[in-house]
């Protein structure tokens, strides 16, 4: 199942299935299974969490400026809750933005874990020039079990160049994160891959990049299939989806020509 969004995510939440993880087709004929209600009402990088109840748990971008993401939970992927939205980058001064929230259920923990990328004005001066139009990102995080209550925003992961659009996912006996180094001076736009034995971290150096030289890319998405891990990403600027396989998250082969979406 592959969350998506179209446009600048106006009309919510779509929804794709694939049989391989390679040819990947729209489900309800392309139409929106979730419109947006919170924020500035938009459905920016969806990311699905199925937990340990049972329920499919939602987050998501609002909006461009909003310093908090979308939540909403649903049995069914069909009927969905009210939308909240977890203003939990508000009390930050100077955070200028929340984007690309993930979430993910810490069995160490028993907790969900949510992150995403923000900046915040005045950290990281070293990367202050680094970005387009003044954007440094960082990646932030929160927690919560019930949805409810949510552990104040806090530090995540500090690579040391500007990322953002991480995500997590269990790997052997510990987890795998991939990020986008953000970096536009000179320009980066590339993938990376950080370790962890537990996910709240510590977290190891970013590596070396991925993915193909001189292409830039960003949002990437990893799924298990078969003895592999697939890591997909958007393209942008060629306007279309990659796919990079691996199985040890350090060699890599460029799927993409085989990937249909």
Known sequence: LFSYFLGNGEDGLHLAWSEDGL?????????SFMAPAVGNKLVRDP?????????????WTTG??????????????????????VPVMAETPGAKNCWAPEIIWDSHAERYLIYWSSTVEGRFAETAA???????????RTAT???????????????????IDATIAPFGDGYVMVLKDETRHPPA??????????MDGPWSPA?????????????????????FRH???????????????????????????????
């Open 130 to 140: 680094s970005g387009d139009e003044g954007w440094n990102h960082r990646i932030y």
């Open 231 to 261: 890591v997909y990403f958007d393209a942008y600027t060629q306007r279309r989806y990659g796919l990079m396989r691996t199985r040890d998250f350090r060699t890599f082969e460029d799927l993409s020509d085989r990937a249909h979406f």
């Open 64 to 85: 461009w400026g909003d310093r908090g993401f979308g939540v909403a939970h649903s049995a069914d992927l069909l009927s969905w809750s009210a939308q909240d939205f």
């Open 47 to 59: 990311c699905l969490c199925l937990g340990p109840d049972g329920v499919f748990h939602l987050v």
């Open 207 to 227: 590596s070396e990049p991925f993915t193909p030289a001189a292409l830039w890319v960003e949002g990437p998405s990893i799924l298990r299939v078969g003895e």
């Open 189 to 198: 736009k590339n993938l990376r891959v950080s370790f962890a034995e537990r």
């Open 145 to 163: 079990r019930d949805f409810r209550t949510y552990e104040p925003a806090a530090l995540f992961y500090e690579p040391g160049f500007n990322c």
């Open 23 to 31: 040819s990947w087709r729209p489900l309800g004929e392309g139409r």
